[in-house]
């Protein structure tokens, strides 16, 4: 499905679109740090808690002890817990009083790293329904799905269904990165199952760095290591999807994109990751050539 815009929608992107996308992004990644404690475990820190839901974890019972002292803007993750099979065991047991308890939802049985670095070996590990509700640093690979040889992407559509973003615009392929994974690896095994890219194709896609997203958040905090990818594309392919997460895909045009991105129709991360393309492309003002 081929989607473009009128002339008289055409003249509001370029600068000016890349105006309210800035300005759409701004006022959906509010941080406050003083609202926030530094998360850590061994002195390092693994992620950003919100105050208010320090007060609930040391409230509950279920895992005595979760939380050290607070000093200098800071806490300790299990102090007493001294290796990653103690700590991911206690951390199994508060995920789920979480979710019983209704602070988290969404659960996908799936654990993500406790860690202050993607290189880092992980202190622990945790449902990836709670990282966000304790501020962890997590980690997605992100990818641009470009049509080679066209001024054209492909974009999804979230599911309804999904319980973050649900029914917003992402990119072509986008998903966490759990614990043992990598970019790659994780980029490869999202594009099988968003879009039915297959592995040989998925793994040329190309390296174009990491963003990091820190906002707040209603499930807590976001502080995400995006690993960014762009893939060019055969004209003639068309994605389907596998695994139930993507409502529709769509083959769009820079000017037409530009302009679901400052309508804040498209997730903050797949935003950030759209526009780096299109910026490292010269396709952030209207009518610049074809490939």
Same mark, same amino acid.
């Given at each position: 499905?081929?989607?473009? %815009?009128?002339?008289?929608?055409?003249?509001?992107? /370029?600068?000016?679109?890349? =105006?309210?996308?800035?300005?759409?992004?701004?006022?959906? =990644?509010?941080?406050?740090?003083?609202?926030?404690?530094?998360?850590?475990?061994?002195?390092?820190?693994?992620?950003?808690? !919100?105050?208010?839901?320090?007060?609930?974890?040391?409230?509950?019972?279920?895992?005595?002890?979760?939380?050290?002292?607070?000093?200098?803007? =800071?806490?300790?993750?299990?102090?007493?817990?001294?290796?990653?099979?103690?700590?991911?065991?206690?951390?199994?047991?508060?995920?789920?009083?979480?979710?019983?308890?209704?602070?988290?939802?969404?659960?996908?049985?799936? %654990?993500?790293?406790?860690?202050?670095?993607? +290189?880092?070996?992980?202190?622990?590990?945790?449902?990836?329904?709670?990282?966000?509700?304790? /501020?962890?640093?997590?980690?997605?690979?992100?990818?641009?799905?470009?049509?080679?040889?066209?001024?054209?992407?492909?974009?999804?559509?979230?599911?309804?269904?999904?319980?973050?973003?649900?029914?917003?615009?992402?990119? %072509?392929?986008?998903?966490?990165?759990?614990?043992?994974?990598?970019?790659?690896?994780?980029?490869?095994?999202?594009?099988?199952?968003?879009?039915?890219? !297959?592995?040989?194709?998925?793994?040329?896609?190309?390296?174009?760095?990491?963003?990091?997203?820190?906002?707040?958040?209603?499930?807590?905090?976001?502080?995400?290591?995006?690993?960014?990818?762009?893939?060019?594309?055969?004209?003639?392919? +068309?994605?389907?999807?596998?695994?139930?997460?993507?409502?529709?895909?769509?083959?769009?045009? !820079?000017?037409?994109?530009?302009?679901?991105?400052?309508?804040?129709?498209?997730?903050?991360?797949?935003? %950030?990751?759209?526009?780096?393309?299109?910026?490292?492309?010269?396709? =952030?003002?209207?009518?610049?050539?074809?490939?």
């Amino acid at each position: 499905m081929s989607d473009t %815009l009128p002339d008289s929608q055409v003249r509001d992107t /370029g600068v000016s679109a890349i =105006s309210r996308i800035t300005g759409s992004l701004a006022a959906r =990644s509010p941080f406050d740090a003083e609202a926030h404690l530094r998360l850590t475990v061994e002195g390092r820190q693994v992620g950003w808690l !919100p105050r208010a839901h320090a007060g609930i974890l040391r409230a509950q019972e279920t895992v005595p002890g979760v939380l050290g002292d607070s000093y200098g803007g =800071s806490v300790a993750l299990l102090p007493s817990c001294g290796d990653f099979a103690a700590r991911s065991a206690a951390l199994a047991v508060l995920a789920r009083w979480l979710a019983d308890a209704g602070h988290v939802r969404g659960w996908r049985d799936e %654990l993500f790293a406790v860690t202050p670095a993607l +290189e880092t070996p992980a202190f622990a590990t945790i449902e990836r329904a709670a990282a966000r509700f304790l /501020g962890l640093l997590t980690f997605a690979s992100h990818m641009n799905g470009v049509i080679a040889g066209e001024r054209a992407l492909w974009i999804s559509r979230r599911s309804a269904a999904k319980a973050v973003d649900p029914g917003m615009w992402d990119n %072509l392929v986008a998903g966490g990165m759990p614990h043992g994974s990598d970019p790659l690896a994780t980029l490869v095994r999202e594009c099988d199952e968003e879009s039915g890219i !297959p592995p040989a194709l998925a793994r040329c896609a190309e390296a174009h760095g990491v963003i990091e997203v820190l906002r707040e958040i209603p499930e807590g905090v976001q502080w995400e290591a995006v690993y960014v990818y762009d893939l060019p594309l055969p004209p003639d392919f +068309e994605p389907h999807n596998r695994d139930g997460e993507v409502a529709e895909h769509r083959r769009i045009e !820079p000017e037409a994109l530009l302009a679901i991105m400052a309508d804040g129709a498209m997730t903050v991360d797949a935003t %950030l990751v759209t526009l780096d393309a299109l910026i490292r492309r010269g396709w =952030s003002v209207p009518g610049t050539p074809r490939p």
